[in-house]
Nanobody
Framework: QVQLVESGGGLVQAGGSLRLSCAASGRTFSSNAMAWFRQAPGKDREFVAA????????RYAESVKGRFTISRDNAKNTVYLQMISLKPEDKAVYYC?????????????????WGQGTQVTVSS
């Protein structure tokens, strides 16, 4: 069993930065790929980024490449999402997820564990 708690969301102006954190508990954290998804009102939940348990492989959605960076600290059981150059279209609830396989699946239905989400709002 893995429990995930996100933090770090908030309101920021376009062009600004935020860093999201996801604190995990549960003995399987260090063997899981971890991922971030987001969901805007009226839209499906979409993949943002994933990182393998070692941190050696990372994947990003095309829409965030070059602006978002995923990282993890297994000693702290925490995964991060550094977001820069934020755009109004990045506004969404951001979710941390685990259990999506070794590489971290692109598909939300393949994840067994989710946090409660943290709201990111970007004003234009």
């Amino acid at each position: 069993q893995v429990q995930l708690v996100e933090s770090g969301g908030g309101l920021v102006q376009a062009g600004g930065s935020l860093r999201l954190s996801c604190a995990a508990s549960g003995r399987t954290f260090s063997s899981n790929a971890m991922a971030w998804f987001r969901q805007a009102p009226g839209k499906d939940r979409e993949f943002v980024a994933a990182i393998t348990w070692s941190g050696g492989s990372k994947r990003y959605a095309e829409s965030v490449k070059g602006r978002f960076t995923i990282s993890r600290d297994n000693a702290k059981n925490t995964v991060y999402l550094q977001m820069i150059s934020l755009k109004p279209e990045d506004k969404a609830v951001y979710y941390c997820a685990a259990g999506g396989g070794y590489w971290g699946s692109y598909y939300p239905q393949e994840y067994g564990y989710w946090g409660q989400g943290t709201q990111v709002t970007v004003s234009s």
